[in-house]
C-alpha cells in the first residue's frame, strides 16, 4: 500500500470513494463490474446505421431482468444464464486469484508485478475470447501506443491498449466496450477497470455542453472496483487509480468545481512523484481543460486563462518525452486552436493521424488548427479520410451494440457531421464555392422537419443559406422558401438573407421591409431557450439584425451608421460561445473593414483586417481587403507582399471579389 498524500489505508480510500464499500473476496468479483458470457454463437444486436441515420443521441433504456434470459447490465452488457456460466466463473476466478487484495488487516508495502496467469483450460479461453468478441472487436490499423498493465495475455493487453488509444480518441462509447472486453479476461485487474472509469467520465467537450459527469453511476462502480484492487499493482498505477477518484466523489465534493479542483489537486500531486508517466501528465491536463472548458484565453489580447500554460507545459514536456502519446498531442490540439498562436500545435497536427489511424475524430482532429493556420485544403483532405476511417471502424464493429453508460456519446457511428462542416467552412475560406456548397446543399435538403427545432438542423439549413450569401448567390437567396415557417430562427434568418438580396438588386425600401419584418420576429421569446448548436437563436438574430441594418446603411451611403452596426456585429460575433465551425460562418469583420474602406478610413480598414487574419490566417476575404487598403493607404511594397499572400491563399478559389473583401 502507497502512502502519502494523505492516503493512509486501503478502506479509508475505498470508504471515502463508493457510495458504498466495495468488497472482493477470493475472486475480486463485484457485482456489475464486468461482464460474463457464455460459450455459443454471437448474441444479435442492432445493424449498422447508414451515415445520414448516424446522429441521434442513445437512450437509456434498460431490460427487465428475468429468469433464463439475457441479463443488461448498465454498460449494455449481457450476461447469458447458462449451464457454462460456472465453467467460466471458475476459469475467471483462478485468472483473478493474482490481482485479488488480501482481507488480512496488514500488508506490506509492495510494488510487485502480478504473478503469471495459472493455467486455463482451451474451454474457458474459448469462453472468455467469446465474452470479448461479442462486445469489441479488435480493430485494425489502431495504432501502436501501448501501457503495459502486467498482464500475461496479450489479447488483455490489446483489448486495454485499445481501450486507452479510443478513450484518448474520444470515441468513448467504443473504448468502454474495449475495456467491457478486457474484463472478460481479467476482471481483478484494476488498471482495466480505471481506463473505464476515465472514458466514462467527464471531459472537457461534455462539461462545456452541459452533460452529467457520470450519469449511470457506471464510473463510480469502475473506480470504486480499481480502488479496491490497487495494492496488487506498482506505485505508479496506483497513483493513477487514486488521482481519478476524486473525480467520482461526489459525496464528499458535490459540487462540480470542487469536485474537479481535488482531482485536479490529486492529479498534480501524482505527477509530482511520476514527472515521467504520461498517464500522469495527461490527467492533469485533462483535469485543467476541464476546469474551464472552451475558456482558455482572453478575447481581446488572446493571453491565457490560469491554468492554460500550466496544463501546456504539462503536455509540452510529456511529448517531449514520447512524441507519440495520442492523448496529450490530441488535447495540446484542443488547447491551442482557439489561441492567438495556434501554430505552436501544427507539430501535433501533422503526426497525430498517425497515431491513431482507426479513430475518425483523431485524423479529423489536425483541421482544428490547419483552418487557424490557412492550411484549408489539408482540413478538407484530412476530414475526408476522417469518413473513411468512422466507416472503416463501422464495419470492423458490426452488430455489436456500444455501451450506453459514459457520458459523452462521440463515436464513429455519429461523428460524420462534424468533419463534413469542416470540409464545408474550408471551402469557404479558400474561396470554393462549388466545393463548399456541394457539402451544404445536400446536407441542408437531408434535414427532416423535426430536426428543424434545436440545434443541428437549424444550424444545417441556416449554414446553406450563409454559404449562398457569402458567395454572392442572391438570385438563389431570393428563391428560398421557408421549411419551416413555424421556426421563428429560420424566419428572421431568411429576413436577412432575402433583405441582403435585395440590396444587390437596388432595392433599399425592399429590404427595409425585411429588416422590419426581422425585428418583429426578434420578439418572439422562444429564441432565447433555442439553440443553433451551441448559441442561442436570439444571439445568431441579435447579429443578423445588426448587419442587415450596416448593409442598408452601406446602401444609403451613410459610413458612420454602417460602422457603428458592423462593430455592433462583430462585437456580437466575437461574444459568441466557441465552436468550430463557428456557428456564424461569415465573419463580420469583412464587412466592417470594407465599411472603413467606403468611408476611406484606410488605417481603421487595415487594422480590422489584419485582426481578422490573426483568428483565420492566410483566408483571401480578409487578404483581399487588406491589399485595398494598403493600397490607398499608398504603401505599395506592403501591398505587393498582401496580393502575393493572396495569390497563394486564393489559388484554389473559384470566385472573384473585384477588390472588395466580401460580395
Not at 449451464?83 to 476466478?93: D, F, H, V
Not at 425585411?514 to 444571439?539: G, I, K, M
Not at 490566417?617 to 490607398?632: I, M
Amino acid at each position: 500500500m502507497r502512502q502519502g498524500r494523505g492516503v493512509s489505508t486501503t478502506s479509508s480510500l475505498t470508504n471515502r470513494y463508493s457510495l458504498q464499500s466495495v468488497h472482493m473476496p477470493d475472486i475480486c468479483l463485484a457485482k456489475d463490474h464486468f461482464a460474463l458470457k457464455s460459450r455459443g454463437p454471437v448474441l444479435g444486436g442492432k445493424p449498422p446505421q447508414a451515415y445520414s441515420q448516424r446522429y441521434q443521441l442513445p437512450d437509456y433504456s434498460t431490460n427487465n431482468n428475468e429468469d433464463n434470459t439475457p441479463v443488461t447490465h448498465p454498460d449494455g452488457i449481457k450476461e447469458s444464464r447458462t449451464k457454462n456460466y460456472p465453467l467460466l466463473l471458475g476459469a475467471i476466478a483462478l485468472l483473478g486469484l493474482a490481482a485479488c487484495s488480501s482481507d488480512e488487516p496488514e500488508q506490506a508495502e509492495t510494488t510487485a508485478v502480478r504473478a503469471p496467469a495459472p493455467a486455463i483450460s482451451q474451454i474457458a479461453l474459448q469462453d472468455m475470447a467469446a465474452c470479448a468478441d461479442e462486445l469489441a472487436p479488435i480493430l485494425s490499423d489502431g495504432g501502436t501506443y501501448s501501457r503495459g498493465i502486467g498482464t500475461a495475455m496479450e489479447t488483455t493487453q490489446a483489448y486495454f491498449d485499445q481501450g486507452m488509444r479510443l478513450t484518448y480518441s474520444y470515441y468513448f462509447p467504443e473504448a468502454i466496450a474495449s475495456f467491457n472486453a478486457a474484463l472478460c479476461f481479467e476482471p481483478g485487474n484494476p488498471m482495466i477497470q480505471w481506463g473505464k472509469a476515465l472514458a466514462i467520465g467527464p471531459n472537457p467537450n461534455s462539461r462545456y455542453g452541459g452533460a452529467p459527469d457520470d450519469p449511470m453511476g457506471a464510473g463510480l462502480s469502475a473506480i470504486n472496483a480499481a480502488m479496491a484492487a490497487r495494492d496488487t499493482r506498482p506505485e505508479a498505477e496506483q497513483g493513477l487509480i487514486e488521482a481519478l477518484a476524486p473525480l467520482f466523489d461526489t459525496e464528499t465534493y458535490p459540487e462540480v468545481a470542487a469536485r474537479t479542483q481535488a482531482f485536479i489537486d490529486a492529479a498534480e500531486a501524482n505527477y509530482a512523484e511520476n514527472p515521467s508517466d504520461l498517464e500522469a501528465a495527461f490527467l492533469v491536463s485533462h483535469g485543467l481543460m476541464m476546469s474551464t472548458p472552451w475558456t482558455y484565453y482572453d478575447p481581446d489580447d488572446g493571453s491565457p486563462l490560469p491554468g492554460v500554460e500550466r496544463a501546456l507545459e504539462v503536455m509540452e514536456t510529456g511529448m517531449e518525452q514520447n512524441p507519440a502519446h495520442p492523448g496529450l498531442t490530441h488535447l495540446h490540439i484542443h488547447l491551442l486552436e482557439a489561441s492567438f498562436e495556434p501554430g505552436r500545435a501544427e507539430d501535433s497536427a501533422d503526426r497525430l493521424e498517425s497515431l491513431t489511424p482507426m479513430a475518425g475524430h483523431m485524423v479529423h482532429m489536425p483541421g482544428h488548427i490547419y483552418m487557424r493556420v490557412g492550411r484549408y485544403d489539408d482540413a478538407i483532405t484530412t476530414n475526408q479520410r476522417s469518413l473513411s476511417a468512422d466507416d472503416a471502424v463501422v464495419a470492423e464493429w458490426g452488430n455489436r451494440e456500444l455501451p450506453r453508460t459514459g457520458t459523452y456519446f462521440l463515436s464513429a457511428t455519429n461523428h460524420g457531421g462534424h468533419a463534413t462542416n469542416f470540409i464545408h467552412w474550408a471551402g469557404i475560406l479558400q474561396g470554393n464555392s462549388q466545393r463548399a456548397l456541394d457539402v451544404s446543399g445536400p446536407m441542408a435538403a437531408m434535414a427532416e422537419p423535426e430536426a428543424l427545432t434545436q440545434g443541428r438542423g437549424l444550424r444545417t439549413v441556416v449554414a446553406h443559406w450563409m454559404t449562398l450569401k457569402a458567395f454572392g448567390r442572391f438570385d438563389e437567396l431570393l428563391a428560398l422558401e421557408n421549411p419551416a415557417p413555424e421556426q421563428p430562427y429560420l424566419t428572421g434568418m431568411l429576413n436577412y438573407m432575402h433583405g441582403s438580396a435585395y440590396l444587390r438588386q437596388g432595392d433599399v425600401d425592399a429590404a427595409q421591409a425585411e429588416y422590419d419584418t426581422l425585428q418583429e420576429v426578434r420578439n418572439d421569446p422562444v429564441l432565447d431557450s433555442q439553440r443553433a448548436a451551441v448559441n442561442t437563436t436570439s444571439d445568431m438574430l441579435a447579429i443578423a439584425s445588426h448587419a442587415l441594418a450596416g448593409e442598408i446603411a452601406s446602401a444609403r451611403d451613410d459610413h458612420d451608421q454602417a460602422i457603428e452596426s458592423f462593430r455592433q456585429a462583430v462585437a456580437l460575433q466575437d461574444a459568441l460561445r466557441y465552436m468550430e465551425p463557428p456557428d456564424w460562418l461569415q465573419s463580420m469583420r469583412l464587412f466592417l473593414g470594407q465599411a472603413h474602406l467606403d468611408a476611406g478610413e484606410y488605417n481603421q480598414a487595415m487594422n480590422v483586417f489584419e485582426r481578422d487574419l490573426v483568428l483565420l490566417q492566410n483566408n483571401g476575404w480578409a487578404l483581399t481587403g487588406l491589399t485595398d487598403a494598403l493600397e490607398q493607404m499608398g504603401q505599395t511594397e506592403e501591398a505587393d507582399l498582401a496580393r502575393m499572400r493572396l495569390i497563394e491563399a486564393w489559388q484554389d478559389a473559384d470566385v472573384m471579389l473585384n477588390d472588395k473583401a466580401h460580395f
